[in-house]
């Protein structure tokens, strides 16, 4: 005689559907808060580039002994132009903005005694990052804004 077989531990289908639904949920969730912590992450990268120029600039400025000033062109979101012809490139998708103290004219002016005058803000997504630098002893100061 032959025995009978017996059952085979496994999973029914309903069960593995069910599995399938709670992980693409966990996933549909999980996107989009990886890409905003991507997005502050890029922005972060930028700040970084933006004062390191910034601090190079400046020491420029002192060595020459002149105003370097550095502008965002209108229709170039991602650009910085500065006035000795160079340009600081930022990552896809981050805009920049001059902001000035005294005037309207939207530039950040490094001089050669090594003052700044105005400040840079950075958005990408729904992040802001402002550049400014401390009126007495020039150091660069970063400030997300929500």
Aim: charged share 15%.
């Amino acid at each position: 005689m032959n025995p009978i077989p017996s059952r085979t531990a496994g999973y029914s289908m309903l069960e593995l559907l069910v599995v399938l639904a709670i992980m693409s949920l966990l996933v549909v969730v999980a996107i989009p808060a990886a890409s905003g912590a991507l997005q502050r992450l890029s922005l972060s990268g930028d700040a970084r580039l933006v004062a390191s120029n910034l601090r190079s600039l400046r020491e420029q400025a002192a060595d020459q002994q002149s105003e370097i000033i550095i502008t965002a062109p209108p229709g170039r979101a991602g650009v910085l132009s500065v006035s000795n012809g160079s340009e600081i490139l930022l990552a896809w998708g981050t805009t920049a903005q001059i902001l000035s103290r005294h005037d309207r004219s939207q530039s950040l002016r490094l001089s050669w005694d090594g003052s700044v005058s105005g400040s840079v803000m950075l958005t990408r997504g729904g992040s802001t990052i402002r550049i400014s630098a401390d009126r007495m002893t020039g150091r660069l100061i970063f400030e997300d804004t929500p």
